[in-house]
């Protein structure tokens, strides 16, 4: 499809899309009790909590910020209990940042409030064959990210 010009089904989907996408990760952003957390905090344990420990300059990387931005970001987080700074076996010189108890229980308790109250609205919003041309629409749009 390469040279192909776009048709307009194409680029009108596209946008609805992304207006949809945007309007629901607002919305599961709001949901989640953040306790003033930045957007970038938040990321940061979400990062932490998928990826595992990490030094502060390859966050800055993952991020796209820079070290110094990355050192406001981590020490309230540290300052609150939910991070910690540990050796890197591998390298002394180098410090890995990694998830406390807290820390993960928060990152677990804004993803069920999030989860929770994603089913309650798609169970009191749709109906049982909506709910299952979400779940195909679903399958169909994964194929975006390469899955």
């Known amino acids: 499809m390469t040279g192909s010009a776009i048709s307009a089904e194409a680029v009108r989907a596209a946008h609805e899309l992304r207006v949809v996408f945007s309007r629901l990760r607002r919305q599961l952003r709001e949901v989640a009790d953040r306790n003033g957390l930045t957007p970038s905090q938040v990321s940061v344990l979400s990062r932490l909590a998928t990826g595992g420990p990490a030094s502060a300059s390859d966050l ?20 609150q209990g939910l991070i910690a700074r540990t050796p890197d076996p591998t390298d002394g010189r180098r410090q890995l940042v990694s998830l406390t108890a807290a820390g993960q ?10 989860e929770e109250w994603l089913a309650r609205a798609l169970q009191e919003r749709y109906t049982d064959a909506e709910r299952a041309a979400i779940v195909e629409a679903l399958a169909l749009l994964d194929r975006l990210t390469g899955s």
Do not use: F, N
């Not at 229980?105 to 999030?114: E, I, P, T, Y």
């Open 105 to 114: 229980a928060r990152v677990a308790g804004d993803r069920q409030a999030r």
């Open 60 to 79: 800055a990387a993952a991020e796209r910020v820079r070290p110094q931005s990355m050192a406001a970001i981590l020490t309230p987080l540290i300052e």
